[in-house]
């Protein structure tokens, strides 16, 4: 399923926005090493990281020696490199690191703020977040304290004031005091986008309003979120997009359909990606191995194991390199 699917490959291509600012750097590589470039390809800090990942609230995910650190937006090391299991983005102040297999959460100075303890967790969104202890899933808060006890067999991170749970196999929506908004009853729920959220009844998709109520009947083989107006369905095999009233705009023709970002889609055809745009028309051509969403008016690609950065045009503004 798409969901699935997009989860495997978030860390790399954008099923987690990065940060969106004028003045966002983006990670580029350059005879093994790591830097960063702005918008226009010029290199603002220098290759020297063994592996580097998107700035998040200002800070950059950097990998030395085999441990991960941040640097910040001038390149200087804001917090030393000293996480050899894991280092996330930050949001909401916090990042998620892990620590002797145990997850924690770190500040801006990298100081540990909420110890490692948990088996599983997730970022925080809208002051909460998701954490697995034994074979439950519950919710903190930033102090580390536990809000909601795990009780959960999967929970999501809260997206419009819901988060998205799973009750003795079933799914449904909790709200911000621990009520269920929406009685678990469908298959699978995804997070609520544009107001709307994609749920799985049997075999078939749709989507609910934030009360449950079904506003795009169960019809699809697969359902993605909605974005800039617009969600990617799967019908026949094929997927293409439909509006808000449950219209198909764009036909099902691709193998894969990403959400569209800064009004371009990637999309997957003959193994290969390219972009489209709101009309469904081909703006540049399938042929990458791996791409990326628009953030900050470039894009990620990679081929042939080398990744490089695009603009809406299709011209590279930093090289395929490795």
Do not use: C
């Amino acid at each position: 399923m798409l969901p699935v699917l997009l989860a495997l490959l978030a860390g790399l291509f954008g099923a987690q926005k990065p940060e969106r600012e004028p003045g966002r750097l983006f990670p580029v590589i350059q005879n093994d090493l790591w830097g960063y470039i702005d918008r226009t390809g010029k290199i603002v800090i220098q290759p020297q990281f063994d592996s580097a990942g998107d700035f998040s609230e200002g800070l950059g995910r950097v990998s030395l020696d085999g441990q991960w650190g941040y640097v910040d937006r001038s390149g200087r090391i804001a917090i030393k490199p000293q996480f050899d299991d894991y280092a996330g983005d930050f949001s909401g102040g916090l990042a998620l690191v892990r620590i002797g297999g145990k997850y924690g959460y770190i500040d801006q100075t990298g100081q540990l703020v909420i110890k490692p303890q948990f088996d599983e967790a997730l970022n925080f969104s809208e002051h909460f977040a998701p954490v697995r202890i034994g074979s439950k899933w519950g919710y903190i808060a930033k102090t580390g304290g536990v809000i909601f006890q795990p009780q959960f067999d999967r929970a999501e991170v809260f997206s419009e004031a819901l988060a998205a749970v799973q009750i003795e196999g079933k799914e449904g929506y909790l709200d911000k005091t621990g009520k269920l908004a929406i009685k678990p009853q469908f298959d699978f729920a995804g997070n609520f986008s544009e107001a709307l959220a994609p749920v799985q009844i049997g075999d078939r998709w749709g989507y609910i309003d934030r009360t449950g109520r079904i506003v795009i009947g169960p019809q699809f083989d697969d359902a993605g979120n909605f974005s800039e107006a617009l969600a990617s369905v799967q019908i026949g095999g094929k997927y293409g997009y439909i509006n808000k009233a449950g219209q198909r705009v764009i036909a099902p023709q691709f193998d894969l359909a990403e959400a569209f970002s800064e009004g371009l889609a990637r999309v997957h055809r003959g193994d290969q990606w390219g972009y489209i745009d709101k009309r469904g028309k081909i703006l540049i051509e399938p042929q990458f191995d791996q791409a990326g969403d628009f953030s900050g008016g470039l894009a990620r690609v990679e081929l042939d194991d080398k990744v490089g950065y695009i603009d809406q045009r299709g011209k590279f503004v930093w090289p395929l390199s490795n």
